[in-house]
């Protein structure tokens, strides 16, 4: 059964530093790996998809990265910047075209 | 181009009663897939509509119930609601589904159960 686990649950950094969030897998047979940002009590903005067969994508300050064999991603976050706060969450898509998700970092950035 | 819209924005229903909600995909979208999101979790798959078929199904009850209509509108039913039922629901539109699918979605139906 696929988990995905991310971590750290919450992370508190000074505007200006880079970070990096962390997301990992149970099963190596994905589809893709999708990020998302989710602002308190929205919905779900799609930041950034990368296929199975891809190492990276990048967005403007967002950088992914995927190691689908140690079952791992990251989302690299440039120069942050207060408006950066929310929660990322990032999912799989299994054997089944399933989204499967991790719990989400929650971020605040202060000014 | 419009995006995903989804229908009531917010619920309170009692216990034991039935509820629908609503998702109008976006412009071009053949699949639908429906999430429920308790407080402070990720999105857990309730099931995914593809040319008006379920094409898969998650870990919930019968009383989970769906529907896709010919212009690839979706509804959510929920019979016999519980008090665990409260959540946000997230409505999914992709063009096929698939490996390449991108996963688009509305701003949720947040739904409380009392």
């Known amino acids: 059964k696929q988990e995905v686990t991310q971590i750290p649950a919450a992370l508190s950094v000074p505007e200006g530093e880079n970070l990096v969030l962390n997301c990992s897998f149970t099963d190596s047979a994905i589809y893709n790996l999708q990020w998302f940002r989710q602002d308190p009590g929205k919905g779900l903005t799609s930041l950034l998809l990368?296929?199975?067969s891809q190492r990276e994508q990048t967005s403007g300050r967002l950088n992914a990265s995927l190691d689908k064999s140690s079952g791992r991603s990251t989302l690299y976050i440039a120069a942050s910047q207060p408006g950066d706060s929310a929660t990322y969450l990032c999912?799989?898509?299994?054997?089944?075209?399933?989204?499967?998700w991790g719990a989400g970092t929650k971020l605040i950035i202060k000014p | 181009e419009t995006g995903v819209t989804q229908s009531p924005t917010h619920l309170i229903k009692t216990r034991g009663q039935q509820v629908t909600l609503r998702c109008s995909s976006q412009s071009g979208h053949n699949t639908v897939s429906w999430y429920q999101q308790a407080l402070g979790q990720g999105p857990q798959f309730i099931f995914q509509y593809y040319r008006e078929e379920e094409n898969g199904r998650g870990n919930f009850p019968p009383r989970f119930s769906g529907l896709q209509f010919p212009n690839y509108s979706s509804e959510l039913n929920v019979n016999a609601l519980e008090l665990d039922d409260s959540a946000l629901y997230l409505c999914?539109?992709?063009?096929?589904?698939?490996?390449?699918?991108?996963?688009?979605f509305g701003q949720g139906t947040r739904l409380t159960v009392v």
């Open positions: 999912a799989v898509m299994d054997s089944n075209y399933q989204l499967i």
């Open positions: 999914a539109s992709s063009l096929a589904t698939g490996a390449g699918a991108e996963a688009f």
């Open positions: 990368i296929q199975s």
